[in-house]
């Protein structure tokens, strides 16, 4: 089993910044994928951002060149810089972890960009 931790939401005013940070217990694997999803209200989860364990990155269009994915391995850590935040960001982000045939999920933090 794998638990992850996330922590860094917030509200912040459009335009402005945070970081999102998820840590990953338990069973790890070599090899795996991290990644954030986000929900919005009424919306289904998204794929936002994922990274594989030697660095491969993949980003949704919606956030390619403002947000940035990165991971440290040593601490089974994935983390999210969020610069340029709009409010249609807005949602609910959660850590993802994928290993072997099997998928967790953390509890998820609130982001909120105001206008």
């Known amino acids: 089993q794998v638990q992850l931790v996330e922590s860094g939401g917030g509200l912040v005013q459009a335009g402005g910044s945070l970081r999102l940070s998820c840590a990953a217990s338990?069973?790890?694997?070599?090899?795996?994928?991290m990644g954030w999803y986000r929900q919005a209200p009424g919306k289904q989860r998204e794929l936002v951002a994922v990274i594989t364990s030697v660095g491969s990155k993949n980003y949704a269009d919606s956030v390619k060149g403002r947000f940035t994915i990165s991971r440290d391995n040593a601490k089974d850590t994935v983390y999210l810089q969020m610069n340029s935040l709009k409010p249609e960001d807005t949602a609910v982000y959660y850590c993802?972890?994928?290993?072997?045939?099997?998928?967790?999920w953390g509890q998820g933090t609130q982001v909120t960009v105001s206008s």
């Open positions: 993802a972890l994928r290993q072997g045939s099997s998928n967790y």
């Open positions: 338990g069973s790890m694997f070599s090899i795996n994928t």
